[in-house]
């Protein structure tokens, strides 16, 4: 039987706003240094009350890494300083490269009903901070789903789960190789994932209840797992919803200063300067 990944960190989510207002709960990311390399972040936000989000995120810059929104339920529109407009829908993902520099909005295109999912931040290598930026929309349809031993499926967004792989392929197309699954788990039922030596790895609870090797983590809480083995969980009686995220870690110091996060202090003067002359957005 292969080793098995153990839980060595529980990073509770914390109640916080971003945008104009709009409310969530910050897991990763919630205090400077609080990461686990190459993830940077993690938001879930969670609302059937509209001032909760109605104000969206109005238009704001990002450089040196990635934001991947994944949305349950509700509606939200990308425009971004490209000339990009996208409609991101229920099960839908949008994975954004902010490389040498993007500006963009994200605001709700609903006025009533929940407002509900996630954003998490990726870092990008050194190398490819300064890249042209980039964003792909992918529907809910493009998102393969595997059924699982016992009941239960797990939505494949990135990376590969045994035969299947996501939209977003992870090695080859990305530094990081990420894997990034949506599994949900009936009452009782075990879920194993194999998960490559040496990448760091985390799970969030969303829904219900998870043991990871017999150990439980708490609801809205990042599970931080063991370097190397498998992930072997079991859902509890009221069944579990829970992300899966895995990636190569990058080793690079990390420089985050808000919405810009590179290797040194004087990139982030740079990365500010750029952006009060009107350069941010140049090509390089």
Known sequence: MNA?????????????SDGAGV????SLGSQRGLYLDPFLMLDEFYSDDPDDYL??????PHRG????TYMLDGHLRHEDHLGHRGDLGPGGVQWMTAGRG???????QQTQGRMRGFQLWINLPAREKMKPAAYRDIPAGQIPTVPLPGGGEARVIAGRFGETRGPVNGRGELSTDPLYLDVHLPAGAAFEAPLPSGYNAFAYLYEGSLSIDGKALPLRAAGVLSADGEL?????ETGARFLLLAA?????PVVQYGPFVMNTREEIEQALADYRDGRFTQAA
């Not at 098995?4 to 916080?16: A, F, H, K, N």
């Not at 409310?23 to 910050?26: I, P, S, V």
Request: aromatic share 4%; hydrophobic share 35%; proline share 11%.
């Open 232 to 236: 072997r969980a079991r859902a509890g």
């Open 65 to 68: 890494f990635e934001t991947v």
């Open 248 to 252: 190569r870690p990058l080793r690079e």
């Open 4 to 16: 098995s990944r153990t839980l060595v960190r529980v990073i509770e989510s914390l109640p916080t």
């Open 23 to 26: 409310k969530l709960r910050r």
């Open 55 to 60: 104000a969206g995120f109005p238009p704001h």
């Open 102 to 108: 993007i500006i963009h909005s994200e605001m709700p």
